[in-house]
T-cell receptor, first 111, second 113 residues
Framework: DGGITQSPKYLFRKEGQNVTLSCEQNLNHDAMYWYRQDPGQGLRLIYYSQIVNDFQKGDIAEGYSVSREKKESFPLTVTSAQKNPTAFYLC??????????FGPGTRLTVL | KNQVEQSPQSLIILEGKNCTLQCNYTVSPFSNLRWYKQDTGRGPVSLTIMTFSENTKSNGRYTATLDADTKQSSLHITASQLSDSASYICVVSPGDSSYKLIFGSGTRLLVRP
């Protein structure tokens, strides 16, 4: 069953902690993306990767880091430097610049 | 500045009724426009995609229109169902082979019985 998966669905973080959100796809897509969604706002791009071992900053990369060691995986780390990390995080993938397919999302809450 | 604006912000309709959601964009150059449906707490799902030369595209009870001259798009939902309750997001792709999409903030639709 092809698709894009994210885990965990819900994540709680204490102040000062780093947390890593998982994103995996078996669609054989070259490009992968991380977005942040806040209530009443459009999706904002955090990082994206066009190919393995390469990634670029999006519009709101500060306080986040990523890696792309495998084509199928694009984990996002929310560091303690991100001052307001509570949000809904969406991962997506696409074949080059074609339609992006989204995962089910991870809701991160800072305690 | 590339922007996508959607209206209304929210909408409540009765089951069985039709509705139309609006999207205005200032993205230039333009490649294509997509409408996504996002159920609460889920990821967006693509409904339609239209390029510059297309002015209408249907997907079941969903019909999207595009006027590239006025830079406007609409999404018409016919005979609404309770399962249509969701946010509908208009997304524009710049025509520079960019991986960066421009997202609207969405219209939140509630269909009541």
């Amino acid at each position: 069953d092809g698709g894009i998966t994210q885990s965990p669905k819900y994540l709680f973080r204490k102040e000062g902690q780093n947390v890593t959100l998982s994103c995996e796809q078996n669609l054989n897509h070259d490009a992968m993306y991380w977005y942040r969604q806040d209530p009443g706002q459009g999706l904002r791009l955090i990082y994206y990767s066009q190919i393995v071992n390469d990634f670029q900053k999006g519009d709101i990369a500060e306080g986040y880091s990523v890696s792309r060691e495998k084509k199928e995986s694009f984990p996002l780390t929310v560091t303690s430097a991100q001052k307001n990390p509570t949000a809904f995080y969406l991962c997506a993938s696409s074949m080059r610049t074609n339609t992006q397919y989204f995962g089910p999302g991870t809701r991160l809450t800072v305690l | 500045k590339n922007q996508v604006e959607q209206s209304p912000q929210s909408l409540i309709i009765l089951e069985g009724k039709n509705c139309t959601l609006q999207c205005n964009y200032t993205v230039s150059p333009f490649s294509n426009l997509r409408w996504y449906k996002q159920d609460t707490g889920r990821g967006p799902v693509s409904l339609t995609i239209m390029t510059f030369s297309e002015n209408t595209k249907s997907n079941g009870r969903y019909t999207a229109t595009l006027d590239a001259d006025t830079k406007q798009s609409s999404l018409h939902i016919t005979a609404s169902q309770l399962s249509d309750s969701a946010s509908y997001i208009c997304v524009v792709s710049p025509g520079d082979s960019s991986y960066k999409l421009i997202f609207g903030s969405g219209t939140r639709l509630l269909v009541r019985p």
